[in-house]
Nanobody
Framework: QVQLLEFGGGLVQAGGSLRLSCSAS????????MGWYRQAPGKQRELVAV???????NYGVSVKGRFTISRANGQNTVYLQMNSLEPEDTAVYYC???????????WGQGTQVTVSS
């Protein structure tokens, strides 16, 4: 059974930094893409950042220039370095992997990030 586990959430003051990590278990293939999404209370889930197996990245407009996504070479592990955090970044952050013989999305349970002003 495929599981994605996120680590690194917590409470931080505005202007601070956090680093999230996500590791997959039970996977016998390499995800084509891995990424981070977030959902704030009362809002829809939105893209934060994605990275392909080839290292190409894409970021949500609100985090571009502040967040950096990276992936361990050849591994189903992805990181999100978040700098210059703002209260608006407060949300549950979810890791997602996409791939498989019949490609589909796999989601983690989420980790809470709270940025205080």
């Amino acid at each position: 059974q495929v599981q994605l586990l996120e680590f690194g959430g917590g409470l931080v003051q505005a202007g601070g930094s956090l680093r999230l990590s996500c590791s997959a278990s039970g996977v016998i293939f390499s995800f084509n893409t891995m990424g981070w999404y977030r959902q704030a209370p009362g809002k829809q889930r939105e893209l934060v950042a994605v990275i392909t197996s080839g290292g190409n990245t894409n970021y949500g407009v609100s985090v571009k220039g502040r967040f950096t996504i990276s992936r361990a070479n050849g591994q189903n592990t992805v990181y999100l370095q978040m700098n210059s955090l703002e209260p608006e970044d407060t949300a549950v952050y979810y890791c997602k992997g996409h791939g498989g013989v019949i490609p589909r999305d796999y989601w983690g349970q989420g980790t809470q990030v709270t940025v205080s002003s």
